[in-house]
């Protein structure tokens, strides 16, 4: 019967785990660890900007050896050409060929009487307003000012260039947006010899269709441009270049560790055990535990990231304690059967595995998917490992596996009194620990940076740096995003953070698309300003004449402000940003978002990472974004809650089922193993992370465990069962083979699990010397 | 001892005769096809290769349709073959403009970079410009129709662009000089439209301290 209960379920299991279409199911995208519905704001927009927009971009950098200061302008444009043909591309910009650029620049300047006066009105009208003048004096102030402003252009560099466009544009509407949104212009800042191309594709980077098939793109159009400019040498950048590299080294990374960690228990067994081969039964108690915790958790969840499955990993460690526990145990007496055996050592099976399961459920009123997700994956694997082994040893005769003469052998000999050297040794060990603990604890140092879970490529990173920085992307900016629930709500939160800006930030100088924009109520007000602006022209004139120009040379503009003042621009608001929306292309068309539902500008300010923006400005810097540190440090300050909380039952229930002595040795062992470990964290300055906290969370439930399995042999002065050392030991070397991931938070996890299971066995072999005289004797 | 009055009106009017008699810059008959080959022009183009560190004042005065008097700046010109040319204005606003072979940057007053766009017309500008800079002349002769003119007060040379995306904006970039000695360079864009930057107390073999090499180059 029991065979057949475990055989159809493990096929169940099987059969489901079979149909499953993983690249769809199991996430390796960080940011998939935020959750849909966070009630941060930043938290959303971190994830329309970089799962939506960003992450699609790609940037591409020709250079030609043979002239390396001259950009392949020529091959450059060949390349955007052949990659806006791909498919795989929904845009390809040859950002120095000047046509997409030239076209947008022509755009924005024959529509700057829509886009760019009303801010100009606007802001000239509030200075106006503080010389306390009357308003009757405004167009004469105005035309004065203009014509200064225009006098001290032409001493600027960048008049030359603009020397043929002033006649049109006197009032330098268009030199000052360019001049305010430098920062954010598509070039390539000091690019040298280098012609760059900007592109976005169409499918999702950390998805198939996003990788392959845009990579294949690539090295088509790079093989058309090399045939016609054999020469030319091309340099790229991509997430999914790097999600790509990602994949295939956690693969390779968890297949090592897998195998190493599999040697590791080898290792440890073959020193405990006299016939290694049988060790081989545990396997499958392992095996279906980890079929147990994947089919429950793919059936509750229909996403879950791959780092569930890696610490999930990890629950080996716990799931085989359960196999040594009853199977290394030897009958009581000749002749004991396994129903007998098992009646025996129900106890401290169920009050450890339902302890920890109480433990790791309460994970699942967690706000971070993620943590729910562990908290039901490890204790679907716990019930799934302690009924897998009850169930599975039913089938052997007589199970048992023997262990070596040693492995029983107690470090303080039974029946004798310790030593006074021994006990002052273990106490003194005691006094460390504690020292250790408390002084340790209060030296830590938390910090949470998402980008800890990814699999660093140093390589990779240090070419897409190089690329970005070709494209203008300095370390010495700061970009923030301000948003609103409504586009004008957004242009007005941005109005609101220039303004604080300006006045905090001295010589900074912000740049944003959004200047591109009036607020809606300079728009609302234009008209208005332009009807009582009657006598500009004149007194325009006039003030030009003054500052030495040539009043008639600037026909054109007269010409349109008179009819601009007859027929001044109106309609909707959110139109101007629709009509925008089909000329800005490429990167600038990242820098703002009028879409969904929260819309946003990015502003640039060329300075290093500064404190935050206050609350009330709507602005959150974009670098706290990418760490997504604060909702982190929420994130495990919850966690912390609900571990403590978890702990705390499950100490309330181990005093319900144990008298109180054997209840408080039961607690203190791995909540003081927890502590030594964090404080010695503390001591070296390891800066710890929610991981930290979770490898805790578990280590605890490892030496709960420990603590409850010798806690019979504890009261009755014997060694501890042999199951607990080959048990910690085996944890103690797969976990510690964990701590050599390359992978931060998994380093994390294994380090803090190695620790805390050392220290509570430690805990469990010293603890007998403490006491003067054994309670029996 | 002063002229007679018939002998100053006999100079003027040979003056006008020889200037009438001068052929324009820009005609064929002042073109140079092989300056390094031409006798009357390898010397010139050799000595005007830059091999020292160099640096001089100069007056900008820039001349636009649409005003009646230039706009004048004032500054200082530093030349490093192998780094670039940087010119550091004065007045009226003071501003550090650096021409070398990673493009063009400006820095303000207080150290703040803009690069200027990567497009293929400032690209072309550029090179065009650090190609004069450098005397290059396979460079030079590649990108440029050369002209040159000899009188009495020096010579004159002029560099009109081939790439029709550069000639747009400029129409030609004339330099005029005595000896080895740079002292004015035009950069015409139209008749109406140019920059003159006339070149003064130029101090050859000059010593740039380090904080003139980071202020000034990059």
């Not at chain 1, 050297?421 to 604890?441: K, Y």
């Not at chain 1, 600037?554 to 001044?568: C, G």
């Not at chain 1, 510690?736 to 805990?763: C, E």
């Amino acid at each position: 019967m029991a065979r057949c209960v475990l055989l159809g379920l493990a096929a169940l299991g099987i059969a489901w785990l079979a149909r499953l279409d993983y690249a769809r199911e199991i996430s390796t995208n960080v940011l998939d660890l935020i959750p849909p519905g966070e009630q941060a704001p930043e938290a959303g927009l971190v994830r329309g900007l970089a799962t939506d927009l960003q992450v699609r971009v790609m940037l591409f950098a020709l250079r030609d050896p043979q002239a390396p200061a001259v950009p392949p302008a020529a091959a450059a444009a060949l390349f955007a050409g052949e990659l806006r043909r791909a498919p795989e591309f929904a845009e390809a910009l040859d950002l120095g060929g000047g046509a997409d650029q030239t076209a947008m620049g022509r755009a924005i300047f024959e529509q700057r009487a829509t886009l760019l006066l009303p801010s100009w009105l606007g802001e000239r009208h509030r200075e106006f307003t503080g010389t306390g003048r009357p308003e009757s004096d405004f167009s004469p102030w105005l035309a004065e000012r203009a014509a200064a402003d225009l006098e001290a252009f032409l001493g600027r560099p960048e008049a030359v260039a603009m020397g043929p466009l002033l006649p049109l544009d006197p009032l330098l509407l268009t030199p000052r947006l360019i001049e305010r949104a430098r920062l954010i212009a598509p070039s390539g800042a000091g690019t040298g010899g280098d012609a760059l191309v900007w592109g976005r594709i169409a499918g999702s980077p950390f998805a198939a269709e996003g990788q392959g098939p845009v990579f294949a793109a690539i090295n088509r159009a790079e093989a058309r441009m090399r045939a016609a400019y054999p020469g030319v040498e091309l340099r790229w950048t991509g997430v999914n270049q790097i999600a790509a590299a990602t994949r295939v080294r956690i693969e390779s990374e968890i297949r090592v560790l897998n195998a190493l960690s599999l040697l590791a228990v080898f290792g440890v067994g073959c020193l405990f055990v006299r016939r290694v081969w049988q060790m081989l039964h545990l396997l499958p108690v392992v095996l279906l535990s980890l079929l147990g915790a994947w089919t429950a958790s793919t059936l509750v969840f229909a996403r879950l990231h791959f780092l569930v499955f890696l610490i999930g990993a990890l629950l080996c460690g716990v799931a085989i304690d359960y196999g040594f526990y009853i199977y290394m145990q030897p009958a009581l007496r000749p002749g004991e059967g396994y129903e007998s055996k098992l009646r025996r050592l129900l106890k401290p099976l169920l009050a450890s595995c339902l302890t920890t399961v109480i433990g790791f459920s309460l994970l699942l009123f967690s706000d971070l998917p993620f943590i729910r997700e562990v908290g039901f994956f490890v204790s679907a694997g716990l019930l799934s490992a302690l009924g897998a082994a009850m169930l599975y040893f039913a089938q052997i005769d007589h199970p048992f596996l023997e262990a070596r003469r040693f492995g029983h052998r107690a470090l303080r000999p039974p029946g004798r009194s310790v030593a006074r050297s021994s006990r002052w040794v273990a106490a003194l060990l005691l006094v460390v620990a504690a020292a250790v603990a408390v002084s340790g604890t209060c030296r830590l140092r938390w910090r949470d940076d998402v980008r800890e879970l990814e699999l660093p490529t140093p390589e990779l990173e240090a070419n897409a740096g190089a690329l970005r920085t070709l494209f203008g992307d300095t370390p010495g900016r700061t970009v923030y995003l301000t948003y609103g629930a409504t586009v004008a709500e957004a242009r007005r939160h941005l109005e609101d953070f220039l303004n604080y800006e300006a006045a905090s930030a001295g010589q900074a100088h912000p740049a944003s698309l959004g200047l591109l924009f009036p607020t809606e109520a300079d728009w609302r007000q234009m008209p208005a300003r332009l009807r009582s602006l009657g006598g500009f022209s004149a007194d325009y004139r006039a003030a030009l004449d003054r500052h030495g120009f040539e009043p008639d040379s600037f026909a054109p503009f007269f010409n349109s402000w008179e009819a601009l003042r007859q027929h001044p621009p109106g309609g909707d608001y959110a139109s101007l940003y629709r009509d925008a929306g089909r000329v800005l292309t490429g990167p600038l068309a990242l820098l703002y978002n009028t879409r969904g539902p929260s819309a946003w500008f990015l502003t640039v300010v060329d300075r290093p990472a500064g404190p935050p923006a206050p609350a009330g400005l709507f602005t959150v810097g974009v670098n706290e974004l990418q760490t997504l540190d604060r909702l982190f440090t929420r994130y495990r300050w919850s966690a912390l809650r609900l571990s403590l909380v978890g702990l705390s039952l499950v100490i309330a229930s181990v005093f319900v089922i144990y008298p109180f002595r054997r209840g408080l040795r039961i607690a203190l062992i791995p909540a003081g193993s927890c502590f030594v470990v964090f404080g010695v964290f503390g001591l070296v300055g390891q800066t710890l992370n929610l991981f930290h906290l979770l490898g805790a969370f578990l280590g605890v439930c490892l030496a709960h465990n420990y603590a409850i399995f010798s806690s019979d042999s504890s009261h009755s002065g014997t060694a501890p069962p042999v199951s607990i050392r080959l048990s910690a030991l085996c944890a103690a070397s797969s976990f510690g083979v964990l701590a050599l991931s390359r992978i931060p938070v998994v380093h994390a996890l294994g380090l803090t699990v190695a620790l805390i299971v050392v220290a509570a066995l430690a805990a469990v072999e010293l603890e007998p010397f403490l006491r003067g005289r054994r309670p029996d004797a | 001892m002063r002229l007679p009055r018939a002998a100053a009106l006999a100079l003027l009017v040979l003056a006008a005769a020889a200037a009438r008699a001068a052929p324009p810059l820009l005609s064929a008959a002042t073109a140079i096809a092989d300056p390094a080959r031409d006798p009357a022009w390898s010397a010139l183009f050799a000595s005007l290769v830059p091999r020292e560190n160099r640096e001089s004042s100069f007056e900008e005065r820039r001349y636009f349709p649409f005003r009646r008097q230039p706009v004048i700046l004032t500054g200082k010109i530093r030349l490093a073959p192998g780094r670039g040319l940087s010119l550091d204005y004065l007045t009226p606003q003071p501003r550090v403009l650096i021409v070398d072979g990673q493009g063009l940057l400006m820095r303000d007053a207080i150290g703040r970079e803009v690069s200027l766009p990567a497009d293929a017309r400032t690209q072309a500008s550029i090179a065009a410009l650090v190609d004069i800079l450098r005397f290059d002349l396979a460079e030079l002769q590649r990108n440029f129709a050369l002209h040159g003119q000899r009188d009495a007060a020096g010579w004159t040379l002029a560099f009109v662009p081939r790439d029709p995306l550069l000639a747009r904006s400029l129409a030609a970039l004339i330099v005029r000089g005595t000896g080895d000695t740079v002292a004015e360079i035009e950069l015409r864009a139209t008749p109406r439209q140019h920059i003159d930057i006339l070149v003064r107390a130029t101090r050859r073999d000059a010593v740039f301290a380090p904080a003139d090499w980071a202020r000034y180059f990059r």
